[in-house]
């Protein structure tokens, strides 16, 4: 498969023409349309931009993403196109902004070649809560792609464009990049613009891309990121890290590595990986996280609690699907939401308005947010002696479609190592690791400091190639 910068390569030597890669990635996503990774494309318009971009590309006008083929998860803006986070409630909704991280890829040249599906409104982890159905694995169609951004991840598994963008508020980039073998990177909080991003939990929220290599997610992350007026929480903060380590001081996060549900072919191939990277001269030492049993609960109650915030805004009056059965202003509301929302969904409006209630606030959200402070700041002082964390990044490779759709909290856990970026803001990258006996893909997992996504690119390098 070759990635976008082996593709510009070929793009500026005159080898190929980016009317010729989007007609051959059109093609594939005409023959993989029964895994249900597209649920639009937008063939006629990637044609014409796609002619565009060769006739800037003669002139020697070449923008540092000339020619990239991207496509967006349901949940990211793209103006004129329509938008509907996975969700019934949002039928025919058109969107008219586009999200800034997607305009800065289309100033410097991407081409949008469509939409691709999701779990509603980003909850989920295995692309099964859709209204268009389950998104299927390019690996194994039994199986799933991972969640939410199941679509992106196996938009690139199935070579169907060159970077995926998606999004990942606990794990949503990361944990499907590992089920299909593609790179993840989930930004420092603020690195990248939310405009323009559906909202499911604010704070933890953050646009980023899935691709086939690393420097392909660096070179697409650095372009989507930057502050933005339209956010107030995007980061003035320059794209260089700090300067990088010849050696790697690494900590291993024992708990992850000990957990009973860690399968035992992943947890040899994260092994296999810390020990070439010892024999490559790094340090690799366990390091002892005592919360890994927090991190999950503590996500849940506050991802729960801003998700029923946000998601009021779907009153069957402003967007969307509205009830043809209300009759009365009260109906409007209650019928649309009734029917709009899937069951997740639901639940999760339920989880957050109960915590947030006035009854159980400081028993559940107050406390949460203490236990989010503890967590980041424990972090923080091990990362004092490390330059990063390494974990597996699932504790399993993909599961099969339906085998956890009846258990919530076997499907939460399959977090458990990705919300720990979220919960303490800080940069976090899957890339592959290798392949379970039947062939299915994992990831080995990567968290740094803030702002310093520099180390996972190089580090994450080195890692897929020893
Ligand atoms: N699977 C997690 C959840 O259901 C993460 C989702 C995400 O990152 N958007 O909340």
Same mark, same amino acid.
């Given at each position: 498969?070759?990635?976008?910068?082996?593709?510009?390569?070929?793009?500026?030597?005159?080898?190929?023409?980016?009317?010729? +890669? @989007?007609?051959?990635?059109?093609?594939?996503?005409?023959?993989?349309?029964?895994?249900?990774?597209?649920?639009?494309?937008?063939?006629?318009?990637?044609?014409?931009?796609?002619?565009?971009?060769?006739?800037?590309?003669?002139?020697?006008?070449?923008?540092?993403?000339?020619?990239?083929?991207? /496509?967006?998860?349901?949940?990211?803006?793209?103006?004129?196109?329509?938008? #509907?986070?996975?969700?019934? *409630?949002?039928?025919?909704?058109?969107?008219? =902004?586009?999200? #800034?991280?997607?305009?800065?890829?289309?100033?410097?040249?991407?081409?949008?070649?469509?939409?691709?599906?999701?779990?509603?409104?980003?909850?989920?982890?295995?692309?099964?809560?859709?209204?268009?159905?389950?998104?299927?694995?390019?690996?194994?169609?039994?199986?799933?792609?991972?969640?939410?951004?199941?679509?992106?991840?196996?938009? *690139?598994?199935?070579?169907?464009?060159?970077?995926?963008?998606?999004?990942?508020?606990?794990? /949503?980039?990361?944990?499907?990049?590992? $089920?299909?073998?593609?790179?993840?990177?989930?930004?420092?909080?603020?690195?990248?613009?939310?405009?323009?991003?559906?909202?499911?939990?604010?704070?933890?929220?953050?646009?980023?891309?899935?691709?086939?290599?690393?420097?392909?997610?660096?070179?697409?992350?650095?372009?989507?990121?930057?502050?933005?007026?339209?956010?107030?929480?995007?980061?003035?903060?320059?794209?260089?890290?700090?300067? =990088?380590?010849?050696?790697?001081?690494?900590?291993?996060?024992?708990?992850?590595?000990?957990?009973?549900?860690?399968?035992?072919?992943?947890?040899?191939?994260?092994?296999?990986?810390?020990?070439? %990277?010892?024999?490559?001269?790094?340090?690799?030492?366990?390091?002892?996280?005592?919360?890994?049993?927090?991190?999950?609960?503590?996500?849940?109650?506050? +991802?729960?609690?801003?998700?029923?915030?946000?998601?009021?805004?779907?009153?069957? @009056?402003?967007?969307?699907?509205?009830?043809?059965?209300?009759? #009365?202003?009260?109906?409007?509301?209650?019928?649309?939401?009734?029917?709009?929302?899937?069951?997740?969904?639901?639940?999760? *409006?339920?989880?957050?308005?109960?915590? =947030?209630?006035?009854?159980?606030?400081?028993?559940?959200?107050?406390?949460?947010?203490?236990?989010?402070?503890?967590?980041?700041?424990? #972090?923080?002082?091990?990362?004092?002696?490390?330059?990063? %964390?390494?974990?597996?990044?699932?504790?399993?490779?993909?599961?099969?479609?339906?085998?956890?759709?009846?258990?919530?909290?076997?499907?939460?856990? /399959?977090?458990?190592?990705?919300?720990?970026?979220?919960?303490?803001?800080?940069?976090?990258?899957? @890339?592959?690791?290798?392949?379970?006996?039947?062939?299915?893909?994992?990831?080995?997992?990567?968290?740094?400091?803030? $702002?310093?996504?520099?180390?996972?690119?190089?580090?994450?390098?080195?890692?897929?190639?020893?």
């Amino acid at each position: 498969m070759q990635d976008y910068i082996g593709f510009r390569r070929a793009l500026l030597a005159g080898e190929t023409t980016c009317a010729q +890669t @989007v007609e051959t990635f059109l093609e594939r996503i005409t023959q993989t349309e029964r895994l249900n990774i597209f649920i639009e494309t937008f063939a006629d318009e990637a044609r014409k931009r796609a002619d565009e971009v060769d006739a800037q590309v003669r002139t020697g006008n070449v923008g540092k993403a000339a020619g990239m083929v991207v /496509s967006i998860k349901d949940v990211v803006s793209y103006a004129g196109h329509t938008l #509907t986070a996975g969700s019934k *409630i949002l039928q025919g909704f058109k969107t008219v =902004l586009t999200a #800034t991280a997607l305009e800065r890829l289309i100033d410097e040249g991407a081409i949008v070649i469509g939409r691709t599906n999701c779990d509603e409104f980003a909850m989920g982890s295995s692309n099964e809560h859709s209204i268009y159905g389950p998104c299927r694995n390019p690996f194994d169609p039994e199986r799933t792609p991972g969640g939410s951004s199941g679509g992106a991840a196996a938009s *690139i598994a199935a070579n169907l464009c060159h970077v995926a963008i998606g999004s990942d508020t606990g794990g /949503s980039v990361r944990q499907p990049a590992s $089920f299909c073998n593609a790179v993840g990177i989930k930004p420092t909080y603020g690195r990248v613009s939310r405009w323009g991003l559906v909202a499911y939990a604010s704070s933890f929220d953050q646009i980023s891309p899935i691709t086939s290599s690393v420097r392909d997610a660096e070179l697409a992350l650095e372009i989507m990121s930057g502050h933005d007026p339209k956010d107030n929480t995007s980061a003035m903060r320059p794209w260089q890290g700090p300067p =990088l380590p010849e050696r790697y001081r690494v900590g291993v996060i024992r708990q992850t590595m000990d957990s009973p549900g860690l399968n035992a072919e992943v947890k040899a191939g994260v092994e296999t990986k810390m020990a070439a %990277l010892q024999a490559t001269g790094h340090s690799v030492e366990y390091v002892d996280f005592p919360y890994l049993d927090y991190l999950v609960p503590t996500y849940y109650i506050l +991802t729960t609690a801003e998700a029923s915030s946000n998601l009021s805004r779907y009153d069957g @009056v402003r967007y969307g699907y509205r009830s043809p059965k209300a009759q #009365t202003l009260e109906e409007v509301y209650t019928l649309s939401r009734t029917e709009g929302f899937g069951a997740e969904v639901k639940r999760r *409006i339920l989880l957050g308005t109960f915590v =947030l209630s006035a009854g159980y606030y400081d028993a559940y959200y107050q406390r949460a947010q203490k236990v989010r402070r503890i967590l980041r700041d424990y #972090t923080r002082e091990l990362l004092k002696n490390f330059d990063v %964390l390494l974990s597996p990044t699932t504790p399993t490779t993909a599961f099969k479609i339906g085998e956890k759709t009846d258990d919530p909290i076997a499907m939460y856990l /399959s977090d458990i190592y990705t919300v720990h970026a979220n919960l303490v803001g800080m940069p976090a990258v899957s @890339v592959p690791c290798g392949f379970d006996a039947s062939g299915l893909p994992f990831g080995v997992h990567l968290l740094a400091p803030e $702002f310093a996504e520099n180390r996972l690119f190089d580090l994450g390098r080195r890692l897929v190639e020893i």
